[in-house]
Structures are given as structure tokens and as C-alpha cells.
């Protein structure tokens, strides 16, 4: 019988209103939940279902969550599982609701790496990898760290890319981009704002804000974003 990854999560429960470190608390008892399962170790499931959900929208939801809001009670945090809206996710506060539109900045050979690292135990992070008949090929490769950098900077624009354009969103709304961030050093905080304030705040992005989140906790940037000025102001980050 297939593993049915669905039992594990109800919509229900992934969209209870949570404060944010309460929803932070649950996703991670639910990580821990999830590491004792061994099905859920081939990645195929990564991306089926509510699992996905869980894992591109949820988990980088609460860590942006906790990171902006911190322990602050009068805040709820809202997942949205309802794909005909353009809302992935609400912030509830005393005045006011945010729309938050969420998208992941991710390697185009992810899922061959998580396929070679499941079936080898090691993968190389930065070396190439391709399938080549029934069989992913990875090389181990040493890259400069400028260069992985660059890579993981421009997937960040081509996720940007995704939501720009003119009447797409309205008031209210703020982009949130989630990116693997293993690579980030807190020296390159300053490349990595010159780079986003000149190459992705230049788009035609119809948010409030912007937020960088990274997954391994290392890199969060907001920018806000005066919708109605001339596009290519720099707006300067909120560390």
C-alpha cells in the first residue's frame, strides 16, 4: 500500500490561526515528527500533497513569522491552502490583515540532488548534477564562494520574476522569497542588498514589502516597497 504522506497533516490543522512563536513551536515538533518517518526520506514525497505545502509555503512562513514578529501576542499567523486566491498566507494583527504571497528561490537540480542524496547518503552542494539514463550523475566540485553566491542571488531574481507585473496584486499584499542559505556569510550582507536593490527591487513588484527568508536561518532581509513611486528607488533593508 502507498504511503499515504496526507495522514500526517489535515488542513485543519496546518490552517489554524497561530501566534508566531506558537506556529514556529508547532512546525518544528512537526520536523521532528517527520524525521522519525522513513518513507518520508525519499523525496518524491517532499512534493506531493499537503507534505509540499507544508515544506514550501508553511515551514518558510513561520520562520519569517518569528523572525518579524517575534513574541508578540496581538499577531496570528495564517496559513491559506485555497489555490483560486492569490494569498498564501495571512498576517492577522489589531489593525490590520496582511496578504502574504510566498515562492521559493530554488537550485533548477534540486530534486536530483535530494534523489542522489537519498540514494548515495552524500551529494556534492555545489558540483553539477545531471541524470544520465536511469542514473543522477554528481560531481564534486569545489566552487568559489562568489560563485555560489551569484547562483543563489539569481535564483532569488527569477523567483521575484514570477510575481512581478502590473495589477497582479493590490494593498496589503508583501513577498515573501524563501532560499537554502548554507552558503551566507554576514559578510555579504552588503552584496547581497546591492544586489537585490538592483536587480529585484527594480522590478514591477505591486507589494508592500519584501522578504528574504532564508531556510537554514542564516539571512533574513525585508524591503518595503512604496508601491506607486518610480520603480528602482532604493528602499534600504530592515535587518
Not at 542571488?153 to 494593498?171: C, F, M, N, Q
Given at each position: 500500500m502507498p504511503f499515504d504522506v496526507d495522514s500526517l497533516l489535515s488542513p485543519v490543522e496546518c490552517a489554524k490561526p497561530r501566534k508566531p512563536q506558537e506556529f514556529r513551536a508547532w512546525v518544528l515538533a512537526k520536523c521532528d515528527a517527520f524525521a522519525q518517518i522513513a518513507e518520508l526520506r525519499k523525496p518524491v514525497l517532499r512534493h506531493e500533497g499537503l507534505f509540499k505545502w507544508f515544506h514550501e509555503e508553511i515551514y518558510p512562513f513561520s520562520l519569517f513569522a518569528v523572525r518579524r514578529y517575534g513574541d508578540r501576542d496581538d499577531i496570528l499567523c495564517v496559513p491559506k491552502l485555497d489555490r483560486t486566491s492569490d494569498v498564501d498566507a495571512e498576517i492577522r494583527g489589531p489593525s490590520r490583515t496582511i496578504n502574504i504571497q510566498i515562492t521559493g528561490a530554488r537550485d533548477p537540480s534540486e530534486h536530483l540532488r535530494m534523489e542522489y542524496l537519498v540514494e548515495h547518503g552524500h551529494v556534492s552542494l555545489t558540483g553539477g548534477t545531471k541524470r544520465a539514463g536511469r542514473e543522477i550523475e554528481n560531481e564534486v566540485e569545489f566552487v568559489d564562494h562568489r560563485e555560489s553566491r551569484a547562483d543563489h542571488?539569481?535564483?532569488?531574481?527569477?523567483?521575484?520574476?514570477?510575481?512581478?507585473?502590473?495589477?497582479?496584486?493590490?494593498?496589503s499584499y508583501e513577498l515573501l522569497i524563501s532560499v537554502e542559505d548554507w552558503w551566507f556569510d554576514a559578510d555579504d550582507t552588503p552584496d547581497v542588498t546591492d544586489f537585490i536593490e538592483r536587480k529585484v527591487l527594480r522590478l514591477p513588484l505591486e507589494f508592500d514589502a519584501l522578504h528574504i527568508v532564508g531556510t537554514t536561518e542564516r539571512l533574513f532581509l525585508s524591503f518595503p516597497l512604496p508601491r506607486g513611486e518610480t520603480a528602482g528607488g532604493s528602499a534600504g533593508p530592515v535587518i
Open positions: 542571488l539569481s535564483w532569488i531574481k527569477t523567483a521575484a520574476e514570477g510575481k512581478a507585473g502590473r495589477g497582479r496584486y493590490g494593498k
